[in-house]
C-alpha cells in the first residue's frame, strides 16, 4: 500500500512522545509494545486504556490517567475536526508511531477501526427493509380511552382517600383540553396524525401538568401538545449512535415474535413522544409499525433503549385498561403525604434479543428462510450459493477457514454489507463488482489483495481494518483507499532515552 508519509508538527510530536514515554515506563516486564486508542473533541478525552503486549504474545491491559496531552494535540491538530481518533503505540526499544484523523475510529462493538469514506452516506435503516402492518387500523377507541382515562382518575382518589368531589376538581387540576381544530393545527405541525385515542385525551386535557405526583402513563408525564411538538423537532439523542463509528452487521432487534410488532429503527419519522419518564425514557405512540403491529401502539424509548424500542401496548386505550387493572387489582405502592403512585401494570414489553436473522453454513439454508433473511451469519466452511440473487439479504458476516467463493452475492439487489474479517475467500476481487456495497470489513492482507486486484467497491461508504497492527499499518491503508492526506496525520519518533 501508499507510504503514508507526511509532514509532522512538531509541537503534536512532542506530545505524543510524553505520552509513549508515560506508557513505557508503566510497562510490565518483558513487554514488547504497548498503546492506546483515544478520541478528543473539544469537550473531553475519550480513551479505551493502554494495552501491552508481551513476549509470549499475551497482552496485558496497562493503568494510566487518561493523558491531557491528548486534548492539547486536538486542540494543535489543524484539520478543523469536530472529534479527534489518536492511535499511539510504543515499542520497548523506544521506537512510537502515532496517527492522528477525523474520518478513522475505533469501533466499540465492531471488528476494528472504521474508516469513514462518505459522512454524507448514513447506514441503512434496518426498519425499512421490514413490511408494514397486515393489520393497518387502530387497537385503539376514543371513547373507551377516554371512559377508562376517568375510571383511572376515580381510582387514584379512592386509593389516596381523597374527599369525594376530589374528582370534579380534576378538571381544575389538569390542563385545560383543546378543541378538534386546535388539534389539527398541531397534528400539521407535527406532520403525522395523532392515533384516535390519544387526540381523544387531548379533547379532555392537555397533558398531566408535569407533576411528579400524576405521571398518569405508567410512571411518565403525560406531555402537554406543545411538549409534544418540541420534542417532535428535537435531536433524539437517543439514536445519534446510528453512524457507520457504531454501527454493526446483524444489529437487528427482534422481538421474540413470528411477525415483528415495531420496526427495528433507532428512529422514526411515525413514532411520536407522547410521555417522558424524566430519566431518560420515553412512551411513543408508533404510527408506522412493523407487520404483526397495530398503528398507535406504544412503545418504550431512550436511554435504556438504546439498542432499539421495546413494544408496550398495543394502544394507549389498551395502556390505561392495563393501569386501571392494576390498580384494581392492588398491584401498586403510594405515599399519600406526597400524592405519589407507583404502578406495577403487567404490561406486555417484550425486550427481545439482538440477533441475527438467519444462520448459514449449512445446505438448504439462506434465500428460502422465513421470515426474509436480512442478515446471514455463514458460520460454517460451506459455499455462499444458498443466498445467490436473495431479495431482502442486506448484511452478510462470514466465518469460515476453507475458501469461499464471493460469487452468489453478487447479483442480491440490497445487500450493502459484508464482514470477512474472519473468513478465506479466494475471490475477494468479486467485492469491488457488488454494486450497493457500502460497509466491507476485512483484514490487512485482504484489503492488499482487493485492492491490488481490483480497487475498493464503488459505493463504499465505510471501509473496517481488522487486527490492524499499527498506527503505520492503519495510515498505509487510508491512504491506500484513497483517503484524504491531510486528514490521515503520521507521526513517528523516539523515546529520548532509547537514542
Not at 4 to 30: C, D, E, F, R, Y
Not at 356 to 380: K, L, Q, R
Not at 412 to 439: Q, T
Request: charged share 25%; with cysteine; aromatic share 6%.
Amino acid at each position: 500500500m501508499t507510504s503514508p508519509q507526511n509532514p509532522q508538527n512538531p509541537q503534536i510530536t512532542a506530545l505524543l512522545q510524553q505520552v509513549a514515554h508515560s506508557m513505557a515506563k508503566g510497562a510490565p516486564p518483558g513487554w514488547q509494545r504497548a498503546s492506546i486508542s483515544a478520541r478528543a473533541d473539544r469537550h473531553a478525552i475519550g480513551c479505551h486504556g493502554v494495552v501491552n503486549v508481551l513476549a509470549n504474545g499475551r497482552t496485558r491491559p496497562g493503568s494510566m490517567r487518561t493523558p491531557k496531552q491528548l486534548k492539547r494535540v486536538f486542540e494543535l491538530d489543524d484539520t478543523g475536526a469536530d472529534a479527534l481518533a489518536i492511535e499511539l503505540m510504543v515499542f520497548a526499544d523506544g521506537r512510537f508511531e502515532a496517527l492522528t484523523s477525523r474520518a478513522i475510529a475505533l469501533q466499540p462493538q465492531g471488528p476494528g477501526h472504521v474508516y469513514v469514506l462518505r459522512p454524507d452516506v448514513r447506514p441503512p435503516d434496518p426498519g425499512d427493509l421490514q413490511s408494514g402492518p397486515v393489520d393497518p387500523t387502530q387497537a385503539g377507541d376514543p371513547q373507551e380511552a377516554v371512559r377508562l382515562l376517568w375510571a383511572y382518575l376515580r381510582k387514584r382518589t379512592e386509593i389516596f382517600g381523597w374527599e369525594p368531589g376530589r374528582l370534579e376538581r380534576f378538571e381544575d387540576v389538569l390542563p385545560g383540553p383543546w378543541n378538534a381544530e386546535e388539534i389539527e393545527d398541531y397534528e400539521r405541525k407535527l406532520g403525522v396524525p395523532l392515533p384516535d385515542d390519544l387526540r381523544a385525551l387531548y379533547a379532555v386535557a392537555d397533558g398531566d401538568g408535569g407533576d411528579d405526583g400524576s405521571r398518569l402513563f405508567d410512571r411518565h408525564i403525560w406531555l402537554d401538545l406543545d411538549q409534544l411538538v418540541s420534542f417532535r423537532h428535537a435531536d433524539h439523542w437517543w439514536a445519534a449512535g446510528d453512524t457507520w463509528q457504531y454501527h454493526r452487521l446483524g444489529s437487528v432487534r427482534s422481538d421474540g415474535l413470528p411477525r415483528a410488532t415495531v420496526r427495528s429503527s433507532a428512529d422514526r419519522p411515525g413514532w411520536i413522544v407522547f410521555a417522558d419518564s424524566t430519566g431518560g425514557d420515553f412512551l411513543a405512540v408508533d404510527m408506522d409499525p412493523a407487520e404483526g403491529g397495530r398503528p398507535g401502539q406504544v412503545i418504550r424509548v431512550g436511554l435504556h433503549h438504546d439498542d432499539g424500542p421495546v413494544y408496550v401496548a398495543d394502544s394507549v386505550t389498551e395502556l390505561l385498561r392495563l393501569e386501571l387493572a392494576a390498580l384494581e387489582r392492588g398491584d401498586y405502592r403510594c405515599d399519600a403525604a406526597s400524592e405519589q403512585l407507583w404502578i406495577d401494570a403487567g404490561l406486555r414489553e417484550l425486550p427481545g434479543d439482538t440477533a441475527e436473522d438467519a444462520d448459514g453454513g449449512t445446505e438448504g439454508s439462506g434465500a428460502a428462510a422465513e421470515p426474509p433473511v436480512h442478515h446471514a451469519d455463514v458460520t460454517c466452511d460451506a459455499e455462499l450459493s444458498p443466498l445467490a440473487g436473495d431479495p431482502t439479504l442486506a448484511a452478510v458476516t462470514v466465518r469460515s477457514a476453507e475458501p469461499v467463493s464471493l460469487a452468489p452475492l453478487r447479483d442480491c439487489p440490497r445487500l450493502y454489507g459484508l464482514d470477512l474479517s474472519r473468513a478465506a475467500v479466494r475471490d475477494l476481487e468479486v467485492a469491488a463488482l457488488i454494486p450497493g456495497l457500502r460497509y466491507l470489513a476485512m483484514r490487512p492482507e485482504q484489503w492488499r489483495d482487493l485492492i491490488e486486484r481490483a480497487g475498493p467497491p464503488p459505493a463504499l461508504a465505510a471501509a473496517v481494518l481488522a487486527d490492524a497492527s499499527s498506527p503505520e499499518t492503519l495510515a498505509e491503508w487510508a491512504v491506500g483507499l484513497g483517503g484524504d492526506r491531510d486528514d490521515i496525520r503520521y507521526y513517528t519518533g523516539r523515546l529520548p532515552d532509547h537514542t
